[in-house]
């Protein structure tokens, strides 16, 4: 409920989109670095199978990053919801191992 944020919101510049990164916890699979290719892959299975469960206010498409179409990627690069591989902090970090394999982006229908 938008009503009950207090603050320094100012009315006449709304927030229009929001990116959230999100950690997660799912038995019997690992998490980033030490999560493994097929660990991924399942999750990327599950999640896949969810977001197709979505309530109608929530439902949308899962753009997986392995096949993607080059048009589609683009686009997503361009609307500024998909970035490239090569983020230094990942890479040190472990989390781009396999990349893109069981990866990608979900959208609502409202973006």
Same mark, same amino acid.
């Given at each position: 409920?938008?009503s009950?944020?207090?603050?320094n919101?100012?009315?006449?510049?709304?927030?229009?989109?929001t990116r959230?990164r999100?950690g997660?916890s799912i038995?019997?699979?690992?998490l980033s670095?030490g999560?493994?290719?097929? @660990?991924? #892959?399942?999750v990327?299975? +599950?999640?896949?199978?969810?977001v197709? !469960?979505?309530p109608e206010?929530?439902?949308?498409?899962?753009y997986p990053?392995?096949g993607?179409?080059?048009?589609?990627?683009? @686009?997503? #690069?361009?609307?500024?919801? +998909?970035?490239?591989?090569?983020d230094? !902090?990942?890479?040190?970090?472990g989390m781009e191992?396999?990349?893109?394999?069981?990866?990608?982006?979900?959208?609502?229908?409202?973006?």
């Open positions: 409920d938008s009950k944020i207090k603050g919101i100012v009315p006449d510049a709304p927030v229009h989109s959230i999100v997660r038995d019997g699979f690992g670095p999560i493994t290719k097929e @660990q991924r #892959v399942g990327e299975k +599950l999640m896949t199978t969810a197709k !469960n979505f206010d929530l439902s949308g498409n899962y990053l392995t993607m179409d080059e048009k589609v990627r683009q @686009q997503l #690069v361009d609307d500024h919801f +998909l970035f490239m591989s090569g230094r !902090n990942l890479q040190v970090a191992r396999d990349w893109p394999e069981g990866r990608g982006i979900f959208h609502n229908d409202k973006k």
